[in-house]
């Protein structure tokens, strides 16, 4: 079953090669959105134009042999063509393709197109912006409409952090605009917003009321807990330094759990100007039964209890991993109780910092910190 994908721009069926006009040209049916279907001729649109209808993956669902889709620019960026290929593997699929808007955008703004990074706020949690721009990249957002601008706008504001902001509108038509953002400019719903980063922002420095694990001992648990690009479960949280860090550094996401709402909210904040996604729980520990994503990872910086160690080992994966720091002398029996039901491995850290003593220096050790590292090993 053969159906044609083409793509059009802005500059509609002028824009378009001999191939594609041919292609439309002997299509008995041509679906599209409104704003495409606009572009054909009008005696070819009267005759053969589908408006898709909502919801649309019913219509994919239904397309039959010989059908043509029109979509915009590349229909394989981000577009509907690659809808296609991912639900309907059946379809001998035929796609011509036009220029993206990404090609477009990076040649009106002169950016070499390998070292951009592009992302889609279509439908999509837009926080990964706030990650791009916080390394100092240049980056290229497809917008869902014309308010999008304006709501990247805030979000890197939320976040602290500077870069110029340069709305792109109807890409190669004869409308087409160029121009720097500003709150009261009107933009078409039909732009990308090309964002450049004042200056990598650095670090992230974690807001916290003292409740936080300091960077040398976060390094080591971020290390033992895995970093993935799913889920963790951060329990007795504090700032969510733990947990946001793991989600950076493996394009992962949040569940924090902490007993206190302010510094519930605290870790809102702190993931929202990291540019990780988190869901918050307050309370001492997450019902295990709620509809909470599957974890690849849990923490627990606080909390820890009997009860609460079987019920993550329960709920984690094949593979995920549990790691749990104390520095108590409870919390070290705890552990090792832990360790000889459930199994795993103990280690112990100590870590010392050069301090002034009279004339001179010395090493202050820190407390000792007992961490509990089990990786399960069957769901």
Known sequence: MTVTVVGIGADGWPGLTDGARRAL????????????????????????????????LPAIDELTDGAHV??????????????????????????IPHLSSFALACARLRWPAEEVTVLS????????????????????????????????????????LTAAITVLEQLGGPREKVRP???RLRFDDLNVVGIEPA????????????QITKADVRALTVAALRPASGWIWDF???????????????????????RRADRAARVARN????????????????DLTADLPVPDAIFVGGGLSEQLAAACVGVLPAGGRLVANTVTVEGQSLVTLLRNRFGGELRSYTVSDLEPLGSGTAWRPRRPIVQWVLTKETS
């Open 236 to 258: 007795g949280a504090g700032s969510g330094s733990v947990g946001i860090t793991w989600a950076l550094q493996g394009g992962g996401s949040v569940v924090a759990v902490e």
């Open 70 to 95: 029109l979509a915009s620019g590349d229909p394989m960026f981000y577009g509907i063509g690659a809808t296609l290929a991912r639900r309907r593997p059946d379809l001998d699929l035929r796609v």
């Open 181 to 183: 953002f500003g709150r």
């Open 25 to 56: 040209l002997d299509a008995t049916v041509i679906h599209g959105a409104p704003r495409q279907l606009e572009y054909l001729p009008k005696g070819l649109a009267d005759e053969v134009a589908r408006p898709w209808p909502s919801p649309l």
């Open 121 to 160: 706020a279509v439908a999509r949690d837009p926080s990964p912006v706030i990650k791009a721009v916080r390394d100092g990249r240049r980056t290229i957002v497809l917008s869902e409409s014309a308010a999008t601008p304006a709501h990247l706008a805030d979000l890197l504001r939320d976040a602290g």
């Open 271 to 286: 993931a929202a100007r990291a540019g990780v996604a988190v869901e918050v729980v307050v309370g001492d520990t997450a």
């Open 199 to 210: 200056e990598s922002a650095g670090q992230l420095v974690f807001e916290h009321d003292g």
